[in-house]
RNA sequence: GUAGCCAUAGCUCAGCUGGAUAGAGCAUCAGAUUGCGGAUCUGGAGGUCGGAGGUUCGAAUCCUCUUGGCUACACCA
């Protein structure tokens, strides 16, 4: 809505620029190719659309300034420029848009809108499927998953609300020797212990007897030659061991989706590596065919990478047995055909680049033309302020301890400031504050990047977190039941954007305008930090200006209603924007 | 060794396609509450944007080189 403005005005200046050129001049060729640059300025003061003139000055043989000032002249002549204020700044232009016009339309728009105000059809009729999450069934979830599962999560959510049609699929990782070796250590030492027999979740109970493995490993060298053995078992079909690796992954997942559940994740569509592994097998077959790969001597089958300028890699061991790489062959293949997508987006640690690149490269010598369309999408590390998180050395987060210290960080932080009776439901509340702040957490830093968690400031209830954030939705909410049990005494005034015309208004006003910008800038560049950092900042402006200002108690009712309007917009794109990175909205916290 | 990614305040991070005095949070120091939720707000201090060249009217941003860190380059997943 903001962009719309700014680019009339763009288009105004230009058609300005032009006609200077050919009255000056004589002729507008010399600044066709020159692009008019639109800005923010730095200060509010400035204005609030810059247009730099610099590169327009050596065409024009005079200075940036005087250019401005021309342009101003012959602006001002025209009586049919949009509403604003022209300033001479420099060598810049600068506008000061009128927010009155802009509020009407903003409240028109939100009102009308609802929830879905800030959604675009910048991707309207796109297929896109996500891959997230891919756990192991050998052990819960850590945080470096949290991390995966919330960047994936997110990101089709900020798809979705571009228009596109998302489809959202995990592949479990349930399949070899890593999954024998805790099937082996509980034949070995488990005595029959069940989830229930136990009252340990059943991921846990799993991933206790994968630490057992590495234990008994150190006391016994033959204990990875029996893993071996017992995935060949696998393979073949072993009634026993089948029946066993049924049970325990089992066990996993159920303990796996109670996570899912808590942490508000979602799939449309389970993969699992079990019944995929062998379909990348036959696929190679062909390509083998195909000439576009290589048999050896000793019977594996290679593709040679030189072409990307890579070395030569495996697809099929000598006994025929399919790699990760060829099972990930199958499983996009089968994708493409369960649901034609116009996009596949990996979330995937970017550890697992080189990977993927040779992926992407095999799937087009195989003929899929759709291949150009896979997407990695690479994230970096999750570290501790101790350092890396070492499964041998037992510093790896678990992820459901994690959101349980960070549930009870909450709860006595309710209970110390005597709200029990206001939130109703402590528990719940608390898990829905855990979960804000550990969302806002892992996505407020660029996807791409390392990053660094730090428990102790996670559970900070102060500053640049999720809870903030969600305190600003419940401070709104609670001043609006307040009005509403006052009586509703303005609901029959109707708004005026005219009204708010402090500063601080203004630069609300324009922040709720841009939204739309933002969720389709979040999209382009695959980012739920675009999101996280447009939240803080109408965060902190509303809190600035919530602070300063009177609401409900403003001077008159014409003005109780602006600002009151005002506030609840302010609401309804903190709530959108929320839905968007997994914060959960709370009336009252 | 080869390739990819990263380097901004004491710490954790922003900085959109190059543009005005590089911004937040934490920590630190100093303030604000007869108020619509103080889980808040305001101010101070804190920077050679790893380093060196280059392109440009103009570089944290683009190019080259260089230093440091991480990751990958398995018939593991």
């Known amino acids: ?29 010399l600044i066709k190719d020159i692009p008019l640059v639109v800005q923010v300025p730095p200060k509010p003061e400035l204005g609030d659309v810059a247009f730099p003139l610099f590169a327009y000055a050596k065409p024009f043989r005079t200075s940036p300034q005087k250019l401005v000032e021309q342009l101003i002249a012959s602006l001002n002549e025209s009586g ?37 105000y800030g959604h675009t059809s910048s991707m309207a009729d796109k297929r896109v499927m996500v891959e997230f999450s891919c756990p192991n069934t050998n052990k819960p979830l850590h945080l470096g998953h949290l991390r995966n599962d919330a960047i994936g999560q997110s990101i089709a959510a900020i798809l979705k609300a571009n228009g596109a049609d998302v489809h959202k699929v995990n592949l479990i990782n349930n399949r070899g020797v890593h999954i024998c070796k805790s099937m082996l250590a509980y034949m070995k030492f488990g005595n029959n212990e069940t989830p229930e027999s136990s009252s340990v979740k059943g991921d846990h109970l799993v991933g206790n007897y994968y630490v057992r493995f590495a234990q008994w490993e150190k006391e016994d060298p033959t204990a990875l030659e029996q893993a071996q053995t017992m995935l060949k078992q696998w393979e073949d079909g072993d009634p026993e061991i089948v029946q066993l690796w049924e049970k325990m ?6 303990g796996i989706k109670q996570t899912y559940d808590k942490t508000g994740i979602s799939f449309d569509t389970y993969y699992y590596e079990s019944d995929t592994y062998k379909l990348g097998r036959d696929k190679v077959a062909s390509g083998l065919k195909a000439n576009v790969f290589y048999k050896e001597s000793d019977g594996s089958v290679w593709i040679d990478l030189a072409e990307i300028g890579l070395d030569k890699k495996v697809l099929l061991r000598k006994d025929g047995t399919s790699l990760y790489l060829t099972q990930d062959i199958g499983t996009a293949i089968a994708r493409h055909e369960d649901w034609p997508f116009d996009s596949l987006i990996y979330v995937v640690a970017n550890e697992q680049s080189y990977h993927f690149k040779v992926l992407f490269h095999v799937l087009q ?20 302020p101790e350092g890396k998180m070492k499964s041998r050395e037992g510093t790896v987060v678990d992820a459901d301890d994690l959101f349980d210290m960070l549930a009870k960080m909450a709860t006595s932080d309710i209970l110390e400031k005597g709200r029990e009776e206001d939130v109703k439901d402590v528990q719940q509340t608390s898990e829905a504050i855990a979960l804000g702040a550990l969302n806002y957490y892992l996505l407020q830093v660029n996807p791409l990047k390392d990053m660094i968690f730090n428990p102790a400031e996670s559970l900070s209830f102060n500053g640049n977190t999720g809870p903030y954030l969600q305190y600003m939705g419940a401070r709104i909410s609670s001043m609006y039941r307040k009005y509403v049990e006052s009586g509703t005494p303005v609901d029959t005034i109707s708004f005026d954007g005219s009204l708010l015309n402090l500063e601080e208004e203004r630069e609300l006003i324009k922040s709720l305008a841009d939204f739309e910008e933002t969720v389709k800038q979040a999209a382009t560049n695959l980012d739920p930090s675009v999101i996280t950092a447009y939240l803080y900042d109408v965060s902190r402006k509303y809190s600035k200006y919530y602070h300063d200002y009177p609401i409900l108690k403003a001077e008159s009712k014409s003005l109780i209603k602006a600002r009151l309007t005002l506030s609840l917009m302010v609401l309804q794109v903190l709530r959108n924007a929320y839905e968007l990175i997994g914060i959960p909205f709370l009336e009252t916290m």
């Open 1 to 29: 809505m903001l962009q719309k403005i700014k680019m009339r005005w763009k288009a105004t200046v230009e058609q300005h620029l032009h006609n200077l050129a050919e009255k000056t001049l004589g002729k507008s060729e």
């Open 80 to 116: 049919d420029l949009p509403a604003g204020t022209l300033l001479a700044a420099g060598p810049y232009l600068n506008v000061k848009i009128d927010t009155a016009e802009l509020a009407n339309e903003l409240e028109t728009a939100i009102r009308n809108r609802k929830e879905q």
């Open 249 to 254: 992954n089992r066990w996993t997942l159920d």
């Open 365 to 384: 010598k195989l003929g899929y033309d759709w291949a150009s369309d896979l997407h990695h999408l690479a994230y970096g590390m999750v570290n501790l």
